[in-house]
């Protein structure tokens, strides 16, 4: 079973930045997918970045260009680095973490709130 715990979110002026750090209680190499989510108030949970397979990365076109996924292996952490965020990105933004193969898993972290102010 593990855990995953979400730190660095608050309110921020549009244009500003954010890192959001994403804490696995458990080995990130279990995984074979890990990403970032989000979720703004009324709309659907939506894929904000991954890394799919190892170190392949996938952004959601909304984000490219301004977010960067990253992770720590060694300390089995994963980052969004978030820069000239728009009053858009505010939501709830989560950390998951897949496996796909045998055992499957899935889990999500509580959420971090990011609020840009316009």
């Known amino acids: 079973q593990a855990q995953l715990a979400e730190s660095g979110g608050g309110r921020v002026q549009a244009g500003g930045s954010l890192r959001l750090s994403c804490t696995v209680s458990v080995s990130i190499f279990s995984f074979n997918a890990m990403g970032w989510y989000r979720q703004a108030y009324g709309k659907q949970r939506e894929l904000v970045a991954s890394f799919i397979s190892g170190s392949s990365t996938n952004y959601a076109d909304s984000v490219k260009g301004r977010f960067t996924i990253s992770r720590d292996n060694t300390k089995n952490m994963v980052y969004l680095q978030m820069n000239s965020l728009k009053p858009e990105d505010t939501a709830v933004y989560y950390c998951?973490?897949?496996?796909?193969?045998?055992?499957?898993?899935?889990?999500w972290g509580q959420g971090t709130q990011v609020t840009v102010a316009s």
């Open positions: 998951n973490a897949k496996r796909t193969t045998w055992p499957i898993q899935d889990y």
